[in-house]
């Protein structure tokens, strides 16, 4: 496995800031949140994962490089 750089991880975490509301767009996992989840970013890794607490329940983070989600402005 090839890790990001540390300017990798500095830029997604300015990308993905900490209190940031996400939407799934993507996961490859039995145990994924349905597409079109919500949550909470809780910070990104040292490999780049998005630490996410998601509305449903649950705390599976989106995967640098495999998993997808954007940030979405909310009212």
Known sequence: MRFPSKELIESLRK??????RVVLDYMDDVQAPPIGSK????????????MVDWD????????????????????
């Not at 949550?39 to 998005?50: E, Q």
């Not at 449903?56 to 009212?75: A, I, N, P, Q, T």
Request: hydrophobic share 30%; glycine share 18%.
């Open 15 to 20: 990308r993905y800031p900490v209190g940031a």
């Open 39 to 50: 949550g909470t970013v809780r910070g990104v890794d040292a490999i780049g994962s998005i």
């Open 56 to 75: 449903e329940g649950g705390s599976l983070s989106v995967v640098y490089g495999e998993d997808r989600c954007h940030v979405v402005k909310e009212d």
